[in-house]
C-alpha cells in the first residue's frame, strides 16, 4: 500500500468530510478559477488612467487570491475525496425540485410586469409551498393570495412603494 | 460625565410616541422574525431596507436597532424549544438550552436567557456609551494606512472566526469582495466586471446580495434536504426563575457579559467566540459538573448572556470606526450610508444627536424586550408551529419583494436567483456566507482607502506600514493567518506520527 499523508484540516471540520460536502467544494472551487480568469482579464482589459493606483490596482490581487484559493479548494477536494464518508441519504428528486424552483423564479421576474404583483406572488407563494411539500394545494393558494394581497395592501397602497399591476389593476 | 448630557438629550429625542412606536415595532418584528427558524437579523435588516426608504434616518435607524436586539432574544427562544438555531452565536444556548427543553425545565431556560440577555444588553449598551465616544476621539486621527490596516484584520478574522477554517472563510470572503468589484469604479469612472450588461454598472445591490446567500439558499437548501420533522418541546408554564435557579444564573450572567462585550466591540470578527468562551468558562467553574452536557442552567445563562452583550460591542466599532464584525452589522453600515451617513469618527461629530437618540433608543428597546418575551414567551414559542413550507413561501414572497423594491427591473430578480444559487453551492460545500457580506460591504471602502493611502505616499507601499499603530494591525493579520496553519500543522505532525505503523513504508 503507498502510505500518502492524511489530509488535515483546520478548524471545527469534521475528521471525515461527506462526499457530498467534498464534491460541492470542488465545484465551488471550479467556480472560483473561472472567475478568477474573468477577473483578471477584466482587469487587464481597463485602460491606464493619470492616477498613481488605477482601476486595476484591486481587482488583479484579488483575482490572483480567487485562483489560489481555487486551486486550493479543488486539490484538496480531490485528497478528501478517496476517504469521504458517504453522508445521510436524502429525500428523492432535490435536484428536480431545485430546478422547478428555479423555473419558478425566472418566471415569476419575467412575468411580474405583465401580470402584476398580487397574481405573480400568489403563485409563487403556492408553487413554493408545494414544491416543499404542503399537504393541501388550495389551502396553500388560498394562503398565497391572503398573503400577496396583504404585502400590496401595506407597501404599495399605504407606504408607496410602487409595485407593478396588471392589467386588472393589482 | 459629557456623555449623561448627550445621553439625556437622546432620551429626550427618543421618548417621542412616534419614535417609541418605531421601536416598539423594530423590537416586535426582530422577536418574530428571530423565532423563525433560518431568518437570522442580517436578513431581516436586508429586507427591511429598500422599504423603510420613506422614513427619516432617525426613526429607521431606530427600528433597525430594535430588529437587532430583538433577533437576538428570538434566537434564543427558537435554539432553546426547537434545537435549530438560527444564527452560529446561539448554538450554544441550544447545546444546554434544549436539554433543560426536554428535561421539562423550558420555562426556566427561557427565563434565564431573555433575563441574561436583558442584563448583558443594558451593561453592553452602558458600555458602548462610555467607551464609544472615547475611542472615536481616538480614530479620528487614523488616517488611510490605520483603516486598510483595520479593515485587514477585519477581513482575516471575520474570515477565520465565522467559518470551519480560514480557507473556507477566505474563499466566501474573496466571492463577497468580487461582487463588491462589480460596476463603475468611483474614483476613476471604468466599469469592472460588467460585461455589457447595463444594470451591472450600479453594481448589485446589497440587498440582492444578502437575501439572495441567505434566504433563497437556505429555501433551496430546503428542497434539496427535505424540510424534515423537528419536534417543538412543549412550554407548559410561565417563563419564571426560581430563586434557585436565579442565584445559579446572576454570577454566569455577568461573566458571560464581561467577556462578551469587550471581545465583541474589537475591530475582529463577532459574537461567535464569546459565547463559546462562556461556555468552556461555566463548565469549569460549576458546582454542577454532572448536569453539563444533560441541561446545565449556568450553561445557558452564561452564553446568551455573551451573545448579547457581544451584540452591542459589535456596535462599537460599527459606529467609531465605520468597521462591521458581523453580517449584520455590514447591512446596518449600508442602512446608515443609503440615509447619506458615514459610520466613523465624524458620525459622533456630525450627527451626534441622531447617534445619541440611537442609543438611547437601544436602553428602552430592551426594556421592551423584556416586557415583550417574559410574560409572551407562549405566544412566540407559538409561531414555532407554523410548517416550514408556510415558512418558505413566505420568505421568499418578502425576498422578491425585498430585491425587487432594491433594484426594480427583472434582470435584478434574475441576479437574485443566481446568487442563491451560488449560495445553495456555498451551503453544501460548507463554506460560510458571512464573511461573504462582510467582504461585500467593507471591500469598496477598504479600496477607497487604500488608493487615498497610495495617492497620498505617490505610489510607495511603505506608508501602509507607517506609524506604531500599523504595524501592531498588520502583526495582528500575520498572527491571524498563521495561528490556524500552525495549528493544522502541527495537528498533521501529531496525526502523522501516531498513524505510523511498523510496516507502513512511510
Not at chain 2, 416550514?388 to 430585491?403: D, K, Q, R
Request: aromatic share 6%.
Amino acid at each position: 500500500m503507498t502510505a500518502t499523508e492524511p489530509v488535515e484540516q483546520t478548524g471545527a471540520e469534521p475528521e471525515r468530510p461527506e462526499r457530498r460536502t467534498v464534491l460541492a467544494s470542488a465545484a465551488f472551487g471550479g467556480l472560483m478559477l473561472v472567475a478568477a480568469v474573468c477577473v483578471v482579464v477584466d482587469a487587464v482589459r481597463l485602460p491606464e488612467t493619470s492616477g498613481v493606483v488605477g482601476p486595476a490596482a484591486v481587482p488583479l490581487p484579488i483575482g490572483v487570491l480567487l485562483g489560489a484559493v481555487g486551486a486550493t479548494l479543488v486539490v484538496r477536494a480531490r485528497l478528501q475525496l478517496r476517504d469521504a464518508a458517504p453522508g445521510e441519504t436524502r429525500p428523492a428528486h432535490g435536484g428536480l425540485r431545485v430546478a422547478a424552483m428555479v423555473a419558478t423564479l425566472v418566471a415569476f421576474a419575467v412575468l411580474l410586469p405583465v401580470l402584476g404583483y398580487v397574481v405573480s406572488s400568489a403563485a409563487l407563494f403556492a408553487v413554493t409551498a408545494i414544491l416543499l411539500g404542503a399537504p393541501r394545494p388550495a389551502q396553500m393558494i388560498a394562503y398565497g393570495w391572503a398573503l400577496s394581497a396583504l404585502v400590496f395592501l401595506t407597501f404599495d397602497r399605504l407606504i408607496g412603494l410602487t409595485l407593478p399591476t396588471g392589467p386588472w389593476g393589482f | 460625565m459629557d456623555q449623561f448630557g448627550l445621553l439625556l438629550d437622546g432620551f429626550a429625542g427618543a421618548l417621542t410616541p412616534g419614535h417609541l412606536l418605531w421601536a416598539l415595532v423594530g423590537v416586535t418584528i426582530g422577536t418574530a422574525v428571530g423565532v423563525l427558524p433560518g431568518i437570522g437579523p442580517a436578513l431581516t435588516v436586508a429586507l427591511l431596507l429598500p422599504i423603510t426608504f420613506r422614513l427619516d434616518p432617525a426613526s429607521a435607524l431606530i427600528l433597525f436597532a430594535g430588529i437587532y436586539y430583538g433577533g437576538m432574544y428570538g434566537g434564543s427562544t427558537t435554539s432553546i424549544l426547537l434545537n435549530t438555531p438560527g444564527e452560529s452565536a446561539s448554538m450554544i444556548s441550544a447545546l444546554e438550552g434544549n436539554k433543560m427543553a426536554r428535561a421539562g425545565r423550558a420555562a426556566a431556560a427561557l427565563a434565564t436567557a431573555a433575563l441574561g440577555s436583558f442584563v448583558a444588553g443594558t451593561i453592553g449598551t452602558v458600555a458602548l456609551t462610555f467607551v464609544a465616544p472615547v475611542l472615536s476621539d481616538f480614530a479620528t486621527s487614523f488616517g488611510p494606512p490605520e483603516y486598510v490596516a483595520l479593515m485587514a484584520v477585519a477581513f482575516v478574522t471575520v474570515s477565520a472566526l465565522l467559518g470551519p477554517s480560514l480557507l473556507k472563510g477566505g474563499a466566501s470572503l474573496l466571492v463577497g469582495l468580487t461582487i463588491g468589484l462589480i460596476g463603475i469604479d468611483s474614483q476613476t469612472g471604468q466599469p469592472r466586471l460588467v460585461f455589457g450588461i447595463d444594470s451591472l454598472l450600479d453594481g448589485i445591490d446589497v440587498v440582492i446580495v444578502v437575501v439572495a446567500l441567505f434566504a433563497l439558499s437556505e429555501a433551496f437548501g430546503h428542497l434539496l434536504t427535505g424540510t424534515g420533522h423537528s419536534t417543538i418541546e412543549p412550554l407548559r408554564e410561565r417563563a419564571i426563575l426560581s430563586k434557585k435557579d436565579f442565584k445559579r444564573s446572576w454570577p454566569s450572567w455577568l461573566r458571560g457579559t464581561a467577556l462578551g462585550f469587550p471581545i465583541g466591540s474589537l475591530p475582529a470578527g463577532g459574537a461567535e467566540v464569546p459565547t463559546f468562551l462562556s461556555y468552556s468558562l461555566e463548565k469549569r467553574l460549576t458546582k454542577h459538573p454532572e448536569e453539563f452536557g444533560k441541561g446545565a442552567i449556568e450553561g445557558v445563562a452564561g452564553p446568551e448572556a455573551a451573545n448579547n452583550a457581544a451584540a452591542a460591542g459589535v456596535l462599537v466599532p460599527l459606529l467609531t470606526i465605520g468597521l462591521p464584525t458581523s453580517a449584520t452589522a455590514a447591512v446596518i453600515l449600508t442602512a446608515f450610508q443609503s440615509y447619506g451617513l458615514q459610520p466613523g469618527p465624524q458620525l459622533f461629530s456630525e450627527s451626534g444627536p441622531l447617534v445619541w437618540t440611537l442609543i438611547a433608543s437601544l436602553y428602552i428597546g430592551n426594556v421592551m424586550l423584556l416586557v415583550l418575551n417574559l410574560p409572551l414567551v407562549r405566544l412566540w414559542a407559538k409561531l414555532l408551529t407554523i410548517p416550514s413550507y408556510a415558512i418558505y413561501a413566505g420568505v421568499l414572497v418578502f425576498a422578491t419583494l425585498g430585491a425587487y423594491a432594491a433594484g426594480g427591473t427583472t434582470v435584478d430578480l434574475l441576479i437574485l436567483c443566481a446568487l442563491g444559487l451560488l449560495g445553495l453551492l456555498m451551503r453544501e460545500a460548507g463554506i460560510p456566507v458571512a464573511p461573504a457580506i462582510v467582504g461585500l460591504i467593507l471591500g469598496p471602502i477598504a479600496e477607497e482607502q487604500l488608493r487615498r493611502a497610495l495617492t497620498l505616499s505617490e505610489g510607495d507601499p511603505s506608508i501602509l506600514l507607517s506609524g506604531s499603530i500599523t504595524i501592531v494591525l498588520w502583526a495582528v493579520v500575520v498572527l491571524a493567518v498563521l495561528t490556524p496553519l500552525g495549528r493544522a500543522w502541527w495537528r498533521r505532525s501529531r496525526r502523522a506520527k501516531a498513524t505510523v505503523t511498523p510496516g507502513s513504508g512511510r
